[in-house]
T-cell receptor
Framework: ELKVEQNPLFLSMQEGKNYTIYCNYS?????LYWYRQDPGKSLESLFV?????AVKQEGRLMASLDTKARLSTLHITAAVHDLSATYFCAVVGNSGGSNYKLTFGKGTLLTVNP | GAGVSQSPSNKVTEKGKDVELRCDPISGHTALYWYRQSLGQGLEFLIYFQGNSAPDKSGLPSDRFSAERTGGSVSTLTIQRTQQEDSAVYLC???????????FGPGTRLTVL
């Protein structure tokens, strides 16, 4: 059974600082996604990472994937208040033909303080 | 439409009543998914449709839950004899094809009293 662990679950940081959210998963995977969720809102797709060594960047967020370590990171550079949200990683397993089922981490609640 | 839409946005019901939740996927998306988000369990997969067929219903928590999809478009998730533990946000997502990036709707918040 595919398991996805994120840490930290809660992250309070000051504007201007850098930090990294980690996502570990337990079995080989085809794809890894990062989603953002604002309070009371739905999930917004941020990144999809398809291969070992993949790196994607959008603004102050950069995501990377190490398939050998089964680890993805979401790095936040010079945080601003608008980045406050819950961030989820989600992994698609590649066993049994289920290349569509997303298994989510518990999410990281990020609060950026002035 | 521009995105996945779901209705109603909020539903309050009494224990034992049946409820129907609706999802309109992005036009042209052949794959449709239902997930449930609750404080205790996080985000859980419920069911996957490819066209009108549901090849994977493995996440449905009990036989009180069922879903259908018609015309390769709209899907309805039905919960019979609702229980308090069914209270959650039910999210629908769609993708161009199986395995593509899933785009989520705003969800239906279900509260069972």
């Amino acid at each position: 059974e595919l398991k996805v662990e994120q840490n930290p679950l809660f992250l309070s940081m000051q504007e201007g600082k850098n930090y990294t959210i980690y996502c570990n998963y337990s079995t080989t995977s085809d794809r890894l996604y990062w989603y953002r969720q604002d309070p009371g809102k739905s999930l917004e797709s941020l990144f999809v990472l398809l291969s070992n060594g993949a790196v994607k960047q959008e603004g102050r967020l950069m995501a990377s994937l190490d398939t050998k370590a089964r680890l993805s990171t979401l790095h936040i550079t010079a945080a601003v208040h608008d980045l406050s949200a819950t961030y989820f990683c989600a992994v698609v397993g590649n066993s049994g033909g289920s290349n569509y089922k997303l298994t989510f981490g518990k999410g990281t609640l990020l609060t950026v303080n002035p | 439409g521009a995105g996945v839409s779901q209705s109603p946005s909020n539903k309050v019901t009494e224990k034992g009543k049946d409820v129907e939740l609706r999802c309109d996927p992005i036009s042209g998306h052949t794959a449709l998914y239902w997930y449930r988000q609750s404080l205790g369990q996080g985000l859980e997969f419920l069911i996957y449709f490819q066209g009108n067929s549901a090849p994977d219903k493995s996440g449905l928590p009990s036989d009180r839950f069922s879903a259908e999809r018609t015309g390769g478009s709209v899907s309805t998730l039905t919960i019979q004899r609702t229980q308090q533990e069914d209270s959650a946000v039910y999210l629908c997502a769609s993708s161009v094809s199986s395995g593509g990036t899933q785009y989520f709707g705003p969800g239906t918040r279900l509260t069972v009293l």
